[in-house]
């Protein structure tokens, strides 16, 4: 079965960087492209970048650009998302997400369990 | 950029249908996915591309779109269904709605 699992809850200072991993298993890790949402304390979901772990491609929107780096290990099945000059508004539960694709929409049918990153001096 | 619009809350009463809209300009002419997530957990499909329900989704979860407003139905409402409902599409980046927190009386 299709399992996303991330790393754990992370603490860091503002002006840090975090990098979070979400191991993929069950599918084809190359198959298909990996998407980051993300979900500040009591607040919705906000969706952030996508990545192609065939070739390493990426799309951020642009609210990030500048500041995340999406990047992946094809040998061990993980893509990362590491988010730089963090400031305490980034804190948030961070999830990876495999999505499902048709020609004009994409869905996401399975997720990671996500992971909560604290931004605090 | 694109926006959805949804209301903040939404109650039913335990077995009744509950209806939870998400708005956007000319939403119709867009595929609308409907997530369903609980307290600490991570977000749920229960509706893909406006009327699909995933595998173990049950057949009281129920999608429609058209115009300006799309809407999921829940009926039947039970004491498991209260949860957050985030509507989204895709507009060459994913939208989400603000999300719609579901109370069962």
């Known amino acids: 079965q299709v399992q996303l699992v991330q790393s754990g809850a992370e603490m860091k200072r503002p002006g840090a960087s975090v990098k979070v991993s979400c191991k993929a298993s069950?599918?084809?890790?190359?198959?298909?492209?990996m998407h980051w949402v993300r979900q500040a304390p009591g607040q919705g979901l906000e969706w952030m970048a996508w990545?192609?772990?065939?070739?390493?491609?990426?799309y951020y929107a642009q609210k990030f650009q500048g500041r995340v780096t999406m990047t992946r290990d094809t040998s061990i099945s993980t893509a990362y998302m590491e988010l730089s000059r963090l400031r305490s508004d980034d804190a948030a539960v961070y999830y990876c997400?495999?999505?499902?694709?048709?020609?004009?929409?994409?869905?996401?049918?399975?997720w990671g369990q996500g992971t909560l990153v604290t931004v605090s001096s | 950029s694109y926006e959805l619009t949804q209301p903040l809350s939404v109650s039913v009463a335990l077995g009744q249908t509950a209806r939870i809209t998400c708005g956007g300009n000319?939403?119709?002419?867009?595929?609308v996915h409907w997530y369903q997530q609980k307290p600490g957990q991570a977000p749920v499909l229960v509706i893909y591309?406006?009327?699909n329900r995933p595998s173990g989704i049950p057949e009281r979860f129920s999608g429609s779109n058209s115009g300006n407003t799309a809407t999921l139905t829940i009926s039947r409402a039970q004491a498991g269904d209260e949860a957050d409902y985030y509507c989204?599409?895709?507009?060459?980046?994913?939208?989400f709605g603000g999300g719609t927190k579901l109370t069962v009386l």
């Open positions: 000319n939403i119709g002419s867009k595929s």
């Open positions: 069950g599918y084809t890790f190359t198959a298909y492209y």
């Open positions: 990545m192609d772990p065939n070739n390493g491609g990426t």
């Open positions: 989204q599409v895709w507009d060459s980046s994913g939208v």
């Open positions: 997400a495999r999505p499902n694709c048709s020609s004009t929409s994409c869905h996401f049918d399975y």
């Open positions: 591309r406006d009327t």
